[in-house]
C-alpha cells in the first residue's frame, strides 16, 4: 500500500473514531469528499487572500487543498477544538505559513490579535452548527463577521438548509450551493460581511 493510500486511511480511522467518541464536534462519519472540497474552495479569491481561518479543520481533507492553494506569503490560521484532531495535524502537515490553535472558533478574535494577524480576508468553516446550543452559534457568527475585512467571505459546510435564516441575522448577503456528490450531500453558504454588524 503506498504511503498516499495508507494517509487516507488513517484520515477515515480518525474521522470515524472521533464521530463515534464525539458526534456533536464532529459533523460526519467520513470526510468530505474532492468534490465538496473543490466546489467550497473555488469561492476563494486566491490571488488576494493574505490571512485565512479554517474552524474545525478535523483530519486536514480542506487545510491541505487551502494551502496547497495559497499565496506563498499568506498565513493559514486553523482553529480545532477536539485535541486527537490538533495531534493528528501537527503530525501530518508541516508548512509554515499554518498556524494550527488548539481553541473556540468564538475566540477567533483574540487568536488573530494574538498571532498580530488582521482582518480575515476568508473564513472556511466546516463545523456542525446545528449540534450546537444557539448561543455559542450566535457567538461564533458575530465574532467571524466582526474578524472578517469588508466583503470578505465566510465560506460554511453543512448537511442542512435549516442555517440560513440564522446566518442572515448575521450576514445579509448569502449565496447557498448544493453539492450532491459528498457523503451525505452538502450545502455550502457562501456569506458575504457588509460594512456594519446588522443589530
Not at 44 to 55: F, I, T
Not at 164 to 182: G, K, M, Q, Y
Request: proline share 9%; glycine share 4%; with cysteine.
Amino acid at each position: 500500500m503506498s504511503t498516499r493510500s495508507r494517509s487516507a486511511l488513517a484520515q477515515v480511522a480518525m474521522f470515524a473514531r472521533n464521530f463515534v467518541q464525539h458526534p456533536k464536534m464532529v459533523g460526519s462519519v467520513i470526510p468530505s469528499s474532492h468534490f465538496l472540497v473543490r466546489r467550497m474552495l473555488r469561492a476563494v479569491p486566491w490571488s488576494q487572500a493574505r490571512v485565512l481561518v479554517e474552524y474545525g479543520p478535523g483530519t486536514g481533507v480542506f487545510t491541505t487543498e487551502i494551502l496547497r492553494r495559497m499565496r506563498p506569503d499568506a498565513t493559514l490560521v486553523a482553529i480545532e477544538l477536539n485535541p486527537d484532531f490538533v495531534a493528528f495535524l501537527g503530525r501530518t502537515i508541516r508548512d509554515p505559513r499554518l498556524r494550527l490553535v488548539a481553541g473556540s472558533a468564538a475566540e477567533v478574535s483574540a487568536i488573530l490579535a494574538e498571532l498580530h494577524l488582521g482582518p480575515a480576508d476568508c473564513i472556511i468553516s466546516a463545523l456542525p452548527y446545528t449540534t450546537m446550543p444557539p448561543a455559542m452559534r450566535q457567538a461564533i457568527f458575530q465574532a467571524t463577521h466582526r474578524v472578517l475585512r469588508p466583503r470578505g467571505a465566510f465560506l460554511v459546510l453543512q448537511f442542512s438548509p435549516v442555517l440560513r435564516a440564522e446566518l442572515a441575522r448575521v450576514f445579509p448577503r448569502i449565496h447557498l450551493a448544493f453539492e450532491p456528490l459528498n457523503l451525505p450531500p452538502a450545502f455550502i453558504y457562501r456569506c458575504v460581511r457588509e460594512a456594519r454588524l446588522p443589530h
